[in-house]
C-alpha cells in the first residue's frame, strides 16, 4: 500500500563492498580547478532466514553501483559548478523481481556564486540549477522527484 510506510528491521545483512574516491586539484594562474570523482559498489543483501523468500535478496532501495563526479572552477570574480550523480538499478521490495525493480537515473545540475567585499563584511549571492536536464526519475517508488528546480541564496557574513 503505497499511502502506509512501515520500517522493516532485518535480522541479519551482509555486506560487501568498495568506495573508490578520487580528487584532482589545479591552479593556472588565478583559476582553481578541482575535479571530485567517486564510486560505490555495494552488494547488500538479507541473510535473515536461509529458507526465506528474501534470503540473498539486495535490501530494498541499495543500488548495488552509484557514484558521482562534481567540477568546480574558482576565479577572483566568479565560482562555477557543475555536479552529477548517478544511482544504478535497486529494488522498491524485499523481494528482488521485475516487479520491484527500480531503473538507475543521473541527476545533473550547475552552479554560479559570486562574493563581493563590503565596508563592513561580505555577500555571496549564488544560484543553483538542479536536475538539469529536467529528468523524471524515482527515488522511492510511485514517488517521483521534482523536474527542474532554481536557487538563490544570498549570505551576508559580517
Not at 567517486?38 to 528474501?54: E, F, H, L, R
Not at 544504478?88 to 525493480?101: K, V
Not at 554560479?112 to 536536464?133: D, T
Request: with cysteine.
Amino acid at each position: 500500500n503505497m499511502f502506509v510506510w512501515s520500517m522493516v528491521n532485518l535480522g541479519l545483512a551482509h555486506i560487501t563492498g568498495c568506495d573508490i574516491k578520487a580528487t584532482l586539484n589545479a591552479t593556472f594562474n588565478e583559476i582553481d580547478l578541482r575535479l571530485d570523482l567517486n564510486y560505490s559498489y555495494q552488494q547488500a543483501v538479507d541473510k535473515t532466514d536461509p529458507n526465506g523468500k528474501t534470503y540473498n535478496h539486495q535490501i530494498p532501495y541499495t543500488p548495488m553501483h552509484s557514484g558521482g563526479a562534481m567540477l568546480y572552477i574558482t576565479t577572483p570574480w566568479l565560482e562555477a559548478g557543475y555536479d552529477l550523480t548517478a544511482v544504478g538499478q535497486r529494488y522498491s521490495g524485499r523481494q528482488n523481481s521485475s516487479s520491484t525493480l527500480l531503473d538507475g537515473y543521473i541527476d545533473q545540475g550547475i552552479s554560479l556564486a559570486r562574493s563581493f567585499n563590503l565596508k563592513f563584511g561580505s555577500i555571496r549571492i549564488a544560484a543553483r540549477v538542479l536536475n538539469l536536464f529536467d529528468v523524471q526519475y524515482e527515488v522511492i517508488r510511485s514517488y517521483p522527484m521534482m523536474g527542474r528546480n532554481y536557487r538563490l541564496s544570498i549570505t551576508y557574513n559580517l
